[in-house]
């Protein structure tokens, strides 16, 4: 009776931990949407009424937003500008960090789309 209690325990203990761990993965993609929706807010809103530059943009957006793997692509982007056009800039930065990203192929084609309405300045 013992090891039949033990067993369901840590069974029930083991579905815990991977419910945990995939509820994780879906928290942490809400979150970069989110943050990726707050820096298209912020770009959009330089661009508008200041008239910066890409390049000087991308300089500040590392600094605003909290999350690692999303600041190296606009940390990249920016020095692949000097190179490359945004487009090309922008779409090599996610390829190079969307395996460190909680997100799905389709909205990283979606952010990716983001490199076609702009162009560098």
């Known amino acids: ?13 083991f579905c815990a931990l ?4 995939i509820s994780k993965k879906y928290k942490n993609r809400v979150n970069e949407l989110k943050s990726f929706k707050e820096i298209f807010s912020i770009l959009e809103s330089k661009i508008k009424f200041t008239y910066e530059p890409l390049g000087d943009i991308f300089v500040e957006i590392p600094l605003l937003i909290k999350g690692e793997s999303i600041n190296n692509i606009f940390i990249e982007t920016k020095n692949n500008l000097k190179e490359y056009d945004f487009k090309k800039s922008w779409c090599e930065a996610i390829d190079n960090n969307k395996n460190k990203l909680n997100l799905k192929t389709d909205d990283i084609n979606t952010i990716k789309g983001f490199g076609n309405m702009l162009r560098k300045n």
Not at 3 to 10: C, E, H, M, W
Not at 18 to 21: A, K, P
């Open 18 to 21: 991977i419910g945990d761990l």
């Open 1 to 13: 009776m013992f090891f039949k209690y033990t067993v369901l325990f840590f069974i029930f203990s």
